[in-house]
């Protein structure tokens, strides 16, 4: 199984890694869920790595998951694990982040509107094997891609891509009901990243028109937190993009507004790579937090 994919930066090579976790849309076999396709693909973040994909053309490199994020959630910890889906103890220490309280933790045990995903409980074998065929593959990956950045160029800027429903639904942490922005950007209240690189990327969205919030209501979750150390030139930053602006509603197709969002993304990446490019510091200077 093929757990990601990876796009190489085109020429000079940038300090600047995206990913996107959520866009996979591929359903193992051993998978063994009782609710349809159709409605586990309502967890997935529809076209972002395409959306992105201008990425590799600024020297980004673009890392994109293959597997639903259903089957096996990568932006979440390998121990944040959910004892009610298993059929029996789990053997390592779990770090709960909360999330397996409405049922989304690393593996999913139901849907956005609470219906359970699968009749059954999970062995622990079961989910441990997902762990290492996809989970860890990923993580590796854009390990690998920060590290190599940070290598050569003595810092590393990782945007952390998703898109989120326009409406708050019945599981949603911010309340059933809550509209939501055109863009959130997610920094964990600041500690993830510079508070100079949230604000270019506010200030690109705000000046293309957007809607934009900041940590509201998505502060970003594992792999910001995981793989940041913005003392040290880790910076990482999460961002939500709206899926009203590029998707029809109720529907896995693209709108009208598909292209110009793609376009404007583009605008913006050549930004962040610019800013990424000048900030580069061989010598590992830390740059203001």
């Known amino acids: 199984m093929r757990a990601f994919t990876l796009i190489h930066a085109e020429g000079a090579p940038a300090p600047l890694v995206l990913d996107s976790p959520h866009s996979g849309s591929e359903?193992?076999?051993?998978?063994?869920?009782?609710?349809?396709?159709?409605?586990?693909?309502?967890?997935?973040?529809?076209l972002i790595d395409e959306l992105f994909g201008a990425a590799p053309r600024h020297g980004a490199t673009l890392i994109a998951a293959t597997v639903a994020r259903t089957y096996v959630d990568v932006n979440r910890s390998e121990a944040d694990v959910d004892p009610e889906l298993l059929e029996d103890t789990w053997p390592r220490p779990i770090a709960?982040?909360?999330?397996a309280r409405i049922g989304?933790?690393?593996?999913?045990?139901?849907?956005?509107?609470?219906?359970?995903?699968?009749?059954?409980?999970?062995?622990?074998?079961e989910v441990q094997?997902?762990?290492d065929r996809v989970l860890r593959p990923y993580h590796a990956a854009l390990r690998k891609a920060i590290d190599a950045a940070?290598?050569?160029?003595?810092?590393?800027?990782?945007?952390?891509?998703?898109?989120?429903?326009?409406?708050?639904?019945?599981?949603?942490?911010?309340?059933?009901?809550?509209?939501?922005a055109d863009i959130v950007l997610g920094d964990r209240d600041g500690t993830t990243c510079s508070g100079e690189f949230t604000e270019l990327l506010r200030a690109l969205f705000a000046d293309a028109g957007y809607d934009v919030r900041v940590n509201d209501p998505y502060k970003g979750v594992e792999l910001v937190r995981a793989f940041s150390d913005p003392r040290n030139g880790r910076?990482?930053?999460?961002?939500?993009?709206?899926?009203?602006?590029?998707?029809?509603?109720?529907?896995?197709e693209k709108n009208e507004h598909f292209e110009r969002l793609s376009a404007e993304i583009d605008g913006i990446l050549a930004e962040v790579a610019r800013f990424a490019r000048a900030n580069t510091?061989?010598?590992?200077?830390q740059i203001p937090t």
Not at 31 to 46: N, P, Y
Not at 113 to 121: E, F, L, M, T
Not at 281 to 285: K, L, M, V
């Open 235 to 252: 910076h990482s930053l999460q961002i939500e993009l709206n899926r009203a602006l590029y998707m029809r509603a109720g529907e896995f």
């Open 96 to 99: 709960a982040s909360g999330k």
């Open 104 to 125: 989304k933790a690393l593996v999913w045990r139901t849907l956005d509107d609470g219906r359970p995903i699968y009749a059954r409980r999970l062995a622990v074998a």
């Open 281 to 285: 510091n061989p010598d590992h200077r």
């Open 150 to 180: 940070h290598e050569r160029d003595g810092v590393s800027f990782h945007i952390n891509c998703h898109s989120m429903k326009p409406v708050a639904g019945k599981m949603s942490t911010d309340g059933q009901g809550s509209r939501r």
């Open 129 to 131: 094997q997902r762990i």
């Open 27 to 46: 359903f193992p076999p051993d998978f063994g869920h009782c609710v349809t396709e159709r409605e586990l693909r309502d967890a997935e973040d529809f």
